[in-house]
């Protein structure tokens, strides 16, 4: 991919409420990287299989959380489960980059 989701910026996602300005940033990011990706998808391959080479639904969803779990110090996202969802964006994403770059390369995503 020529820019990868899984990158020093996803990285700084981990930072969560020690930097809740870099992080929240950083989900943001993600979530429009992970959008323009879907709809690059979505116009060649179509909305089911753009979904699940992207696991778009599962990502955006697990990414808002994340979002939430940073921004609202009242947030029901617990620690834990921003660890969890946070670890399944990381494993899904990485193997969209895969995906991507073994069978969509011509795509320039």
Known sequence: MKRPFIDELF???????EQVVLASGAVKVKLVQ???????????????????????????????QCLDYIV????????????AYLCYCHLALRRAEEAIDSRYGELGL
Do not use: C, M, W
């Not at 879907?38 to 808002?64: F, M, R």
């Open 11 to 17: 990285a700084s996602i981990d930072l969560a409420r």
């Open 34 to 64: 992970l959008e323009r990706s879907y709809s690059v998808l979505t116009d060649h391959l179509g909305d089911l299989e753009a979904n699940q080479v992207l696991s778009y639904s599962e990502v955006k969803a697990a990414l808002e």
């Open 72 to 83: 609202n110090p009242f947030s029901v996202v617990k620690k834990n489960d921003f660890i």
